[in-house]
């Protein structure tokens, strides 16, 4: 009966260290997203569309492309040798299990627009692009979820 009960304790205590994981990198998404928003952005109503996740809208303001450079150089999405799939396929465990299958599929797709010896700000807003249509056209609700924006950590 204790060795179930003690089983039964440590299946919860990982059960909230994963939660803990995620609300921790889902923190840190925001603080990278916040960063960058900074950064390249000077509309406060494009801050606030990107905080808020309006991918959408913020798309219409001038020189967002270089948002998502600077969040995928911040957040070591983009390699020398190529895309991190491991981060990203982790970070869409979190924010959307249901599109992980896709988002396999996406990332072959979208991996190819990525050259490390030209990533300026039009090549990151093509790969930002690649993946955004592969994730709307795949799931639901249609709020975009880039995973490149989304990875988060080091």
Not at 10 to 33: I, N, Y
Not at 60 to 73: A, G, T
């Amino acid at each position: 009966m204790n060795s179930i009960l003690v089983t039964v304790l440590f299946a919860c205590l990982a059960g909230l260290v994963s939660t803990d994981e995620a609300s921790d990198l889902k923190q840190k998404f925001q603080q990278v997203h916040l960063s960058c928003a900074a950064r390249t952005l000077f509309n406060p109503v494009g801050i606030k569309n990107l905080i808020d996740l309006d991918f959408a809208a913020a798309q219409k303001i001038p020189n967002h492309d270089c948002f998502e450079k600077c969040v995928f150089q911040s957040i070591g999405t983009v390699t020398p040798t190529g895309l991190d799939n491991d981060k990203l396929l982790a970070l869409a465990a979190i924010f959307q299990p249901q599109t992980v299958p896709q988002t396999q599929i996406q990332l072959v797709k979208c991996a190819s627009l990525y050259d490390p010896n030209n990533f300026d700000c039009a090549a990151a807003w093509r790969l930002y692009l690649c993946l955004q249509n592969g994730e709307s056209a795949l799931s639901e609700p249609k709020a975009p979820t880039c995973l490149l924006v989304r990875a988060i950590w080091n």
